[in-house]
């Protein structure tokens, strides 16, 4: 995957409702179509893309941090809501996009500075006009949740 440096590399919206959410997630994995410019601000990508699941892969750095020195709760959200939209992504037809309609994200512990995580988004309900999916993140080495989330999305016809 590589990130878009300009809105010139992201993709245009025909090139998008010409692939199913699944193909294009793919194809971002592939490195065939351009990243959001947040990955690269938030030190995130794609790791694994599945028809109801995406995990992506990433570390939070200083600059991700609160005026405390920790990670800043922002991080951990844009993380997981972006995980969590991404695995509805992969069940949006042909023709079809979706936006988040809200999201919701428990902390329930801090992440070491410079530690690999895994954030996985999973859908749990996928319909013609809105999907459900919940997403959690954890240490890449030892497994540890640091956080969960849930989303709800709406399913818009190009």
């Keep these: 995957m590589f990130t878009a440096k300009s809105p010139a590399e992201l993709p245009d919206r025909d090139t998008v409702l010409l692939m ?4 294009f997630m ?14 690269g601000l938030l030190n995130y990508q794609i790791d694994q893309v599945e028809q109801g699941r995406v995990v992506f892969r990433g570390t ?3 600059a991700h941090t609160n005026p405390l020195g ?6 951990y959200g844009a993380v997981l809501d972006s995980c969590m939209a991404c695995a509805v992504m ?15 994200v428990n902390l329930t512990g801090g992440i070491p500075l410079g530690m690999e995580i895994l954030a996985t988004g ?4 996928a319909g013609r006009t809105t999907c459900v999916s919940h997403g959690e993140i954890r240490g890449a080495d030892d497994g ?4 969960t989330g ?3 999305c709406l399913i818009m016809k190009g």
């Design 20 to 23: 199913s959410g699944l193909d």
């Design 26 to 39: 793919q194809a971002m994995l592939r490195g065939e179509i351009a990243g959001p410019p947040i990955s």
């Design 60 to 62: 939070p750095e200083f």
């Design 70 to 75: 920790g990670v800043h709760g922002g991080w």
């Design 90 to 104: 992969t069940t949006v037809p042909k023709g079809s996009v979706y936006t988040t309609l809200e999201y919701k």
């Design 122 to 125: 999973i859908v749990d309900h």
């Design 144 to 147: 540890k949740l640091y956080a």
């Design 150 to 152: 849930t989303t709800t």
